[in-house]
C-alpha cells in the first residue's frame, strides 16, 4: 500500500505541474525520443543545450549520448546492476549472486584475479567506469524498492567547469532484508572520475577512484528442499523454513586509482601524428567469510555443513589481493591509414594470507602468490567510410606464459544495418583462489599449479531494424572450474566439500541469439530467443538449450501528451538443466550432476510510465508463484524469489 501511496503523492503533483509548461518550438519536444534539456522556462534568447553535448565516454573512448526516453531496453535494465540481465538468474534476494545461464557473458582477461566469482556481480570493474562531458550540470537519481525492508539506490552527478574539465561522482547503495533467514545484503559503490583535455587536444585524461564495499549473509540454502514444494501454508513464510547457516556473512571489498592519459608529440593535429600513451591501474581487494556458529542444525541434528573445522567457534577466514599495472606505448596517428600502437606492461600482484600450514604428511599451503608480468604487443585501429576495425595481440616476455588476440571488425551497410565479427584467442592465468586457498575448514585448503586456461571464440552479429542475431562459437581447453567432491558418506551426512579442478578435455560451445520485435499500432511484442549447444565428455560447462524472454505490451500517450506509458506482460523461461551450485565459503559456484532446475515459466506484469524527464517502474514479478507449484529454483537449495511488487523510478535533471 505504501508504494502506491508514495506513487500517488509523486505522480499527480508532476501531472498538474507539467500542464503548465509550454516547450518553445526551437526546444527539443519531450515526446520526441529525448526528453527537453530543462525544466525551467527558457528566456526568449537562452541557448539549449542539445542532446549530443551531454556524452558518455567507455575506456575504449566508444562514445554515447544521455537518453531520458522510456523504452523496453532501458525498463530492463531498472535493477540493481542497471543492465540488462537476460542470461543470468538472480537469487530470491537483490544484491545477491547470480546463476549463469549463458556463458558467454562471461569477460576474460588473461591476467589473474583473485577469483570469488560469486560475488563480483556488483563489483564494478575498470572497464565499466564512464567518463562523461557535459555541457550543463547533470544529475541522475536512481530508485528502486527491494525485497522486504531496504531500498536500492544510485545517485550521480556530473559537471564541466570547463569545456576542458569534467568531474562526475556517483554513489549506489543497496540494503535488502529478504524473505528468508540470514539473507540480508548492503552494498555501496562510490565513483569519482575526471575527464581533462587541453583546447588543442595535446593533452588528454580520463581517470577515477572506485570504493566498494558488499556484504552478504550467507545462509547456505534450505536444508529440506521438499517443505519448500510442499506448499504447506505454514511455509509460505519463508522464515520458516530451515537453513544451513543463521549468522555466516560474506564480506567483499575493494578500492583503485585508475588513470588513461595521452600526449601528442607534434604540436598541432595534422594528418600524421605521434603520441606517447601511459595507463595505470592500482587496486586493492579484501574477501572475508565469516561464521560465528560452526555447527549447523538440521531437524535438531548436528550437522558439519563443510566437514571438519580447525575451530570450533567464529571462523573468519580472510584473503588479501593487491595489483598494480603499469602500461606504456607509443602511437602513431594517420588520416588515411589508420592507428598504429605499440606497447609494453607491467603487471605486479600479490595475493596472500597471514600464516603458513603445514600438514602432518608434510604438505605445505604457502601464505602468498606473488606475480610480474611483463607483456609486449601492438593495436591497429582503422576507421575509414563504412568500415571500422580494432585488432590487439599481447604476449608476455617473462617466464610466465600469457597471450592475448583480439581482433574486432564492423561494417555498416547504412544506418539502420550493421555487421559485427570477432575473434578472439586468450591463454589465460588461473584466478589466484584456484591455484591457492585457506581456510579453517581442513578439507578447504589447497595449492596448487594448475595450467593456463585456452579460449579461443569466435563471433558474428547482424543488428538490422527486422532482426538482430548473434551466433558464437567458443572452444575451451583446460577449463577451469569448482566441483564438489563429497564422498558418500558425507553426502549422507549433509557435507558439502568443494574444490577447483581443471578439465584435461576440450569443451565445444555454440550460442545462437536472435531477437525482434512487432509492432500493432500501441502494441508491441518484443521477443529474444538464446539457443545453446555444448559438446563436451562430461558434465563440466552445464547451461540450458534453450532461454526466451517474451514481452507483450501496450504503449501510448495521455493527458494532452504529458504522460507516456507502457504496460504489458514479460514471460520469462529456461529448459531444465543442472545448474550450478552456490558455495559461500569460497564465493563460487560448481558445477553438480544430481539436481536440475529450471522448465518453469516467469510472468511479471508491469507498468512503465515517463513525465519529462522522469521515468516510473511498477512491476509484479512472478505473478504466476501465487497460484503455481513452489518448484522454482536459482541452484540446488535455493529457491528463486517469490511473487513481489516493486516501485522505481529514475529521474533526470539538466541544469
Same mark, same amino acid.
Given at each position: ?5 508514495f ?18 518550438k ?29 556524452q ?16 523496453l ?25 547470480y %546463476? ?7 569477460? /576474460?582477461?588473461?591476467?589473474?584475479? @583473485? ?22 550540470p ?40 529478504? =524473505? ?9 559503490? /562510490? ?11 595535446? +593533452?588528454?585524461l ?15 540454502? @534450505?536444508?529440506?528442499?521438499? =517443505? ?14 530451515q ?9 567483499l571489498? &575493494? ?24 595507463? /595505470? ?25 563443510? &566437514? ?14 593487491e ?14 591509414? $589508420? ?24 604438505r ?12 609486449? &604487443? ?10 571500422? $576495425? ?13 597471450? =592475448? ?9 547504412n ?22 586457498y ?6 578447504? %585448503?589447497?595449492?596448487?599449479? +594448475?595450467?593456463n586456461?585456452?579460449?579461443n571464440?569466435?563471433?558474428?552479429n547482424?543488428?538490422?531494424p ?37 578439465? &584435461? ?36 560447462l ?44 569460497v ?17 511479471d ?10 521515468r ?21 537449495n ?8 516493486r /516501485? ?7 541544469q
Amino acid at each position: 500500500m505504501r508504494i502506491f501511496i508514495f506513487l500517488y503523492l509523486l505522480v499527480v503533483p508532476t501531472l498538474l505541474f507539467s500542464q503548465e509548461k509550454i516547450v518553445p518550438k526551437n526546444g527539443l519536444d519531450m515526446n520526441t525520443k529525448y526528453s527537453s534539456i530543462t525544466d525551467t522556462l527558457k528566456k526568449k534568447k537562452s541557448l539549449v543545450a542539445t542532446i549530443d553535448q551531454y556524452q558518455i565516454i567507455a575506456l575504449e573512448h566508444d562514445t554515447t549520448y544521455a537518453d531520458t526516453s522510456l523504452t523496453l531496453k532501458s525498463a530492463y535494465r531498472q535493477n540493481h546492476l542497471r543492465k540488462d540481465t537476460f542470461g543470468l538468474l538472480p537469487f530470491s534476494n537483490i544484491g545477491q549472486n547470480y %546463476n549463469t545461464l549463458q556463458y558467454n557473458l562471461t569477460s /576474460f582477461s588473461p591476467y589473474p584475479e @583473485i577469483g570469488f566469482k560469486a560475488k563480483h556481480f556488483n563489483y564494478m570493474e575498470a572497464n565499466e567506469i564512464k567518463y562523461y562531458s557535459a555541457a550543463t550540470p547533470l544529475t541522475e537519481l536512481f530508485f528502486n524498492t527491494t525485497i522486504n525492508k531496504g531500498q536500492n539506490v544510485d545517485s550521480f552527478i556530473t559537471l564541466n567547469t570547463s569545456k576542458n574539465l569534467n568531474f562526475s561522482i556517483a554513489y549506489r547503495g543497496l540494503r535488502s532484508e529478504g =524473505d528468508y533467514i540470514n539473507q540480508l545484503v548492503s552494498a555501496g559503490n /562510490f565513483r569519482f572520475t575526471t575527464s581533462y583535455a587541453t583546447t588543442d587536444r595535446r +593533452y588528454a585524461l580520463n581517470a577515477h577512484f572506485v570504493s566498494q564495499d558488499i556484504s552478504n549473509e550467507e545462509n547456505g540454502g @534450505i536444508t529440506t528442499p521438499t =517443505d519448500f514444494e510442499s506448499d504447506n501454508k505454514d511455509y509460505k513464510n519463508r522464515q520458516r523454513l530451515q537453513v544451513y547457516l543463521t549468522d555466516a556473512k560474506s564480506f567483499l571489498k &575493494g578500492r583503485r586509482l585508475f588513470f588513461d592519459h595521452a600526449f601528442r608529440i607534434n604540436p598541432t593535429n595534422g594528418s600524421n601524428n605521434l603520441y606517447i600513451t601511459h595507463q /595505470f591501474n592500482y587496486e586493492y581487494k579484501f574477501f572475508e567469510y565469516n561464521q560465528p556458529t560452526v555447527i549447523s542444525t538440521v531437524d535438531g541434528e548436528p550437522v558439519e555443513r563443510f &566437514g571438519e573445522s580447525y575451530a570450533t567457534s567464529n571462523i573468519n577466514d580472510q584473503t588479501r589481493f593487491e595489483k598494480l599495472y603499469n602500461k606504456v606505448g607509443a602511437t602513431y596517428e594517420n588520416s588515411l591509414l $589508420g592507428k598504429f600502437n605499440f606497447f609494453i606492461d607491467d603487471y605486479r600482484s600479490n595475493y596472500k594470507y597471514d600464516r603458513i600450514i603445514v600438514f602432518k604428511d608434510g604438505r605445505t599451503i604457502p601464505d602468498n602468490i606473488y606475480q610480474q608480468i611483463n607483456n609486449f &604487443g601492438g593495436q591497429y585501429e582503422y576507421q575509414k567510410n563504412k568500415w571500422n $576495425g580494432r585488432f590487439l595481440y599481447s604476449r608476455s616476455i617473462t617466464d610466465v606464459s600469457l597471450s =592475448d588476440l583480439d581482433a574486432k571488425l564492423r561494417y555498416n551497410l547504412n544506418d539502420k544495418i550493421q555487421f559485427d565479427f570477432r575473434y578472439r584467442n586468450v591463454n589465460k592465468l588461473p584466478n589466484n583462489n584456484y591455484n591457492l586457498y585457506q581456510s579453517s575448514y581442513v578439507k578447504y %585448503n589447497w595449492s596448487h599449479s +594448475y595450467k593456463n586456461e585456452k579460449i579461443n571464440t569466435l563471433s558474428a552479429n547482424v543488428f538490422t531494424p527486422w532482426l538482430n542475431a548473434e551466433v558464437e562459437y567458443s572452444v575451451l581447453k583446460d577449463h577451469l572450474y569448482f566441483a564438489d567432491v563429497s564422498s558418500p558418506l558425507e553426502i549422507a551426512n549433509q557435507i558439502e566439500i568443494i574444490n577447483p579442478a581443471q578439465y &584435461g578435455n576440450a569443451i565445444n560451445y555454440l550460442t545462437i541469439k536472435a531477437s525482434r520485435e512487432f509492432k500493432f499500432g500501441p502494441f508491441g511484442f518484443d521477443n529474444t530467443l538464446l539457443y545453446q549447444k555444448v559438446d563436451q565428455s562430461d558434465l563440466i560447462l552445464n547451461v540450458p538449450d534453450f532461454v526466451t524472454r517474451n514481452t507483450f505490451y501496450y504503449s501510448g500517450y495521455f493527458f494532452k501528451k504529458a504522460l507516456y506509458m507502457q504496460t504489458g506482460v514479460i514471460f520469462n523461461y529456461f529448459t531444465k538443466y543442472y545448474g550450478n551450485g552456490y558455495n559461500p565459503v569460497v564465493g563460487e559456484f560448481f558445477i553438480q550432476k544430481n539436481e536440475k532446475i529450471g522448465g518453469y515459466p516467469l510472468f511479471d506484469l508491469f507498468v512503465n510510465a515517463r513525465i519529462r524527464q522522469t521515468r516510473f517502474y511498477l512491476k509484479a514479478e512472478h505473478v504466476n508463484a501465487i497460484f503455481s507449484k513452489s518448484d522454482y529454483f536459482s541452484a540446488p537449495n535455493n529457491p528463486y524469489r517469490d511473487f513481489v511488487i516493486r /516501485f522505481g523510478l529514475v529521474w533526470n535533471f539538466f541544469q
